[in-house]
């Protein structure tokens, strides 16, 4: 999984170039998963809704409505966000969760169509917009689905949705107030590989859907799995693709009619289309373990300590596997920051091609919740951001300054 280049720009040169650490973007990667996503879903009228979440960065944000990709947003930040980057209200959906209810009026100010996931809100609605207003209902399916407890969204104890167990509520408030429910919506978790999990949480949302008469649109969600390693082989799209394609025919012809088939991925975008860059500031050998440590944190990325989430990581600067050696991959930060984590979600060491102190070290599956969830943590700057478009790489975000960090500041 090693790469040492990305559209035939060495990543020492993009590092030489734009200094570290560094977030590069390749633009080619996110076509790509845009074209297996929707070769999966042929024949179905789908509508693919990027969770900007993942990254919102305008650039990735303008290349995914080039490439007709609508948004799903959870803030009204991210709203103004995708109507700077070109989007109308009517391409962006606002998912929030346990918002105040003026962010809901602002995005139905904009044209977006709002999901709503609580029964008290689901009301509000309806005292506010009665019939005026399209929306979609949040359903909590009661599945287990994701690849940590943290990223689980569907099981019975998440705060996400309204519990199908609720129906009679739903159905009582949207008769009471003539809501004009246009789509159900759930989002199983992230990190899902198989389509039963998918099918089976669907299967929930389906049988829900007989008692909503004017239905347009069922919302899957996405969470689709991304292969973090080479022995790790990700989400089989094709095959997901298939199963959900057919589960949602079958739907649509009881149902009585042709409904559109949203999705909402945001990791499967843009995941492997990152590669984080660091410069390796010591070689710290320990009679225990040898540590590498880099010239970046949690502050920048905290997946790892977050999540124990694995991101394989290479030696950009060497390519000569004959000398390599076990090594943990830490960070700057006055905490415990390891990067190098292990499939179990552990603290653990990385094979790596022999490392000097000057070398680059590059982390890979770094364009989701990578710069998105960076912070300001021990006022250390930002990183830069870089896409690769055309064989050519240019910053979308310029590296921070001490004027950044004190701008709002007295």
């Known amino acids: 999984m090693a790469y040492y280049s990305i559209q035939n720009i060495p990543l020492t040169d993009l590092a030489k170039e734009f200094g570290t650490p ?79 209810f003026s962010e809901i009026e602002y995005a139905v100010s904009q044209g977006a169509i709002v999901n709503l996931d609580n029964l008290s809100v689901l009301e509000r609605f309806g005292q506010t917009y009665g019939s005026s207003q399209p929306c979609l209902i949040r359903i909590k399916p009661h599945v287990f689905g994701g690849g940590n407890e943290k990223i689980m969204t569907a099981h019975p104890e998440s705060k996400f949705g309204i519990s199908i167990h609720q129906k009679a509520e739903i159905l009582a408030i949207v008769e009471q107030y003539k809501i004009n429910v246009i789509g159900l919506h759930q989002h199983t978790g992230s990190d899902i590989k198989d389509g039963k999990t ?21 919302d899957l969600g996405g969470g ?119 499939f179990t979600g552990k603290q653990n060491e990385r094979l790596l091609n022999e490392v000097q102190e000057g070398d680059i070290i590059a982390l890979a599956n770094a364009g989701a919740y990578g710069f998105t969830m960076a912070s300001h943590y021990n006022s250390r700057f930002l990183p830069a951001e870089v896409l690769v478009d055309g064989g050519v790489a240019r910053v979308i975000r310029k590296r921070e300054t001490l004027e950044d960090i004190l701008r709002n500041q007295e």
């Not at 024949?43 to 990027?50: A, V």
């Open 22 to 100: 560094l977030y590069v973007y390749d633009a080619d990667k996110i076509r790509e998963k845009i074209s297996v996503l929707r070769a999966a879903f042929e024949g179905i009228d789908l509508t693919i809704k990027y969770a900007a979440k993942a990254n919102t960065n305008l650039s990735i944000l303008r290349l995914m409505r080039e490439n007709g990709v609508d948004m799903d947003v959870v803030s009204p930040q991210e709203l103004e966000l995708g109507l700077i980057a070109g989007y109308t209200g009517s391409n962006i959906t606002f998912t929030p969760s346990g918002v105040h």
């Open 224 to 342: 689709f799995k991304v292969p973090y390693s080479p022995e790790d082989p990700g989400v089989n799209m094709q095959e997901v693709g298939q199963i959900m394609s057919n589960a949602f025919r079958a739907f649509c012809e009881k149902y009585g009619r042709e409904l559109r088939l949203w999705v909402e991925p945001g990791k499967f975008l843009v995941s492997e289309s990152g590669t984080f860059l660091t410069e390796t500031n010591v070689v710290k050998r320990d009679p225990v373990k040898t540590f590498v440590g880099i010239n970046s944190g949690l502050n920048h990325l905290i997946r790892p300590m977050m999540y124990g989430s694995y991101h394989y990581i290479f030696n950009a600067s060497n390519q000569d596997s004959s000398k390599q050696e076990e090594y943990r991959v830490t960070g700057y930060i006055c905490e415990t920051d390891t990067f190098s984590f292990d």
């Open 198 to 218: 998918f099918e089976q949480a669907a299967s929930a949302l389906f049988d829900f859907a007989y008692d909503f008469k004017d239905l347009q649109i069922i």
